[in-house]
């Protein structure tokens, strides 16, 4: 998450913005779940910070922030396409919200976040290592495009 911010900071800097100002800049883009995983950590009566974590946890374990610079990436060729990339940019958000849930709901029991982290992808790793694959596969792809994408994603909905 902190090389991420400092990647972000550091290409608004060199685009031609002041420090602070790309400094505030980058910071948004780590606000922009916050009000949704408001919601969720009063779902699970979770802290908010405990529920951010176990957001950004999951996500870096499971490399979503690639996923997310994948779909980013890709260039719609119509209208359709273009809808279709900002269901699967909303779709992933969605997904690893729905994940850290359901890793804070299983691991109720434990102590600490980083045991309760431990302990669920323990619980669960045969699906993990299947979404892994499946995401594997998409990175060795040359050209990934939003069918393969949309194949990712259903697995992630698997997992969650």
């Known amino acids: ?11 608004l800097v060199k685009a031609g913005l002041p420090k602070e100002l790309a400094d505030s800049v980058a ?10 995983l408001i919601d969720v950590s009063q779902s699970v009566s979770e ?3 405990t529920m951010i974590s176990a957001y950004y946890l999951i ?6 922030d690639w996923l997310g610079e ?3 990436g890709v260039t719609p060729t119509n209208s359709w396409e273009s809808r279709l990339r900002a269901s699967a940019i909303d779709d992933l958000a969605w ?12 691991t109720r029991s434990q102590k600490g976040l980083s045991k309760r982290v431990d302990a669920w992808f323990q619980s669960n790793a045969f699906a993990i290592s299947r979404t892994k694959s499946v995401f594997a596969r998409l990175r060795a792809e040359k ?10 994603l259903r697995e992630l909905k698997r997992l969650a």
């Open 27 to 36: 910071k948004y883009s780590f606000l922009a779940p916050v009000f949704s």
């Open 143 to 152: 050209t990934p495009d939003l069918a393969m994408i949309t194949v990712a």
């Open 1 to 11: 998450m902190k090389r991420k911010f400092a990647a972000n900071k550091d290409a």
């Open 95 to 106: 997904r690893q919200r729905v994940l850290a849930k359901k890793l804070l709901e299983e």
């Open 70 to 72: 994948l779909i980013s």
């Open 47 to 49: 802290s908010l910070e």
């Open 59 to 64: 996500g870096d374990a499971l490399r979503l």
